[in-house]
């Protein structure tokens, strides 16, 4: 997904750089892949093309989703309906459908000493339970440490015999689990984002399942994943270079793809806000007012109570409003509240 960021100047031309009116400043490119700065993890977000029958994943989403060339991914379609206006959506997991009811998030509570990891491990392979991915983390340096994962289940049975089991050894006061001391087991709903879509119980939205007659997983090859016919014939008026939004869901380990509008323009908008009730709403309701549709949202607090980042990613394909009057539109919000709170960027994002 090679891309730029240039200064968004509506009206002036694809790619035109001139400087902004609070400072003078050399055009600036960012990668399309730093659209968030290091850290800011909580989705992980990406932007990119379609070409062909094929769809280049990111190394950023691919590791941290278990993408990667070689591996096989099982993919799902879905169609949104809503007001006379429909869009689609791809599911893509590297964990096969069929795995999904046995599928669990484990809790292992520990003590934090040399050998508590294994014990809680060996516990699990001894019954045939494949842990899957997972983070420990020690909470009390030589106290205490978690361990959270997500666990098959399917060669063992059912959770429930899984932690009678735990429960029968710690009463026993074994020393196979003596570092070990709690383990709650939850079934996982992970199944529900790949099998339901994102709008399972709208009353609003309708929601369709694309139906594939041989339901085969696909290899990612060249950090490609390539879209099954049966999917893009589904597309009515799919153009190659089509725009897509990529979103990372760490809860589901899914990856979701969104096929946006051909004519979409996206910009990134950065600002500093009041850290206050309402500030992020007034700078909502701005945007609106010019037709701008807000793609997705971060913010981030500065000082407590005081100031906050704020980064938008926003279509502006249907506003006719120029960068300079959506800046000045912006700061005179801003200006409502005593403070330095500006516009720090107005960016044109390029695929």
């Known amino acids: ?91 893509l997991s590297t964990f096969g459908p069929e795995n999904y009811r046995q599928l669990c998030q484990l809790t292992i509570q520990m003590i934090d000493k040399p050998g508590a990891c294994a014990q809680a491990s060996n516990f699990l392979a001894d019954r045939n339970v494949d842990i899957l ?62 099998n339901k879509g994102a709008a399972a119980g709208s009353k609003t939205v309708k929601t369709k399942p694309i139906k594939r007659k041989h339901k085969t997983a696909t290899i990612i090859a060249h950090d490609e994943f390539e879209v099954p016919q049966e999917f893009l014939d589904e597309i009515k008026d799919l153009k190659d270079g089509q725009p897509l939004m990529f979103v990372g869901d760490m809860e589901s380990y899914v990856l979701s793809i969104t096929f946006l509008e051909p004519e979409a323009e996206l910009v990134r908008l950065s600002l500093v806000i009041p850290d206050k009730p309402g500030a992020i709403a007034r700078v909502a309701d701005t945007l609106g007012r010019h037709n701008i549709n807000m793609v997705s949202l971060q913010s981030e607090v ?50």
């Open 1 to 91: 997904m090679d891309g730029t960021i240039g200064s968004y100047i509506r009206g002036t031309g694809a790619g035109k750089k001139v400087a902004d009116n609070v400072r003078t400043r050399l055009p600036i490119f960012i990668n399309v892949d730093d659209i968030w700065r290091p850290g800011q993890l909580m989705r992980l977000w990406q932007f990119g093309r379609l070409h062909g029958n094929k769809i280049k994943i990111n190394e950023e989403l691919g590791q941290a989703l278990g993408l990667v060339n070689g591996s096989q991914v099982f993919s799902a379609m879905f169609r949104y309906d809503y007001n006379g206006s429909t869009s689609y959506e791809l599911v």
């Open 133 to 194: 991915n997972s983070v420990s983390l020690s909470n009390i340096s030589g106290v205490s440490m978690t361990w959270k994962m997500l666990a098959d289940l399917s060669y063992y049975g059912e959770p429930s015999e899984l932690k009678a089991e735990f429960d029968s050894l710690k009463k026993a006061r074994t020393s196979a689990v003596d570092l070990v001391d709690t383990i709650d087991i939850e079934v996982s709903h992970i199944a529900d984002r790949y």
């Open 302 to 351: 500065l000082v407590f109570y005081e100031s906050m980042t704020l980064d938008i990613i926003a279509d502006v394909s249907k506003s006719t409003v120029e960068e300079g009057k959506l800046r000045s539109s912006l700061e005179e919000v801003l200006a409502l509240q005593k403070g330095r709170y500006f516009v720090d960027e107005i960016e044109n994002i390029v695929l």
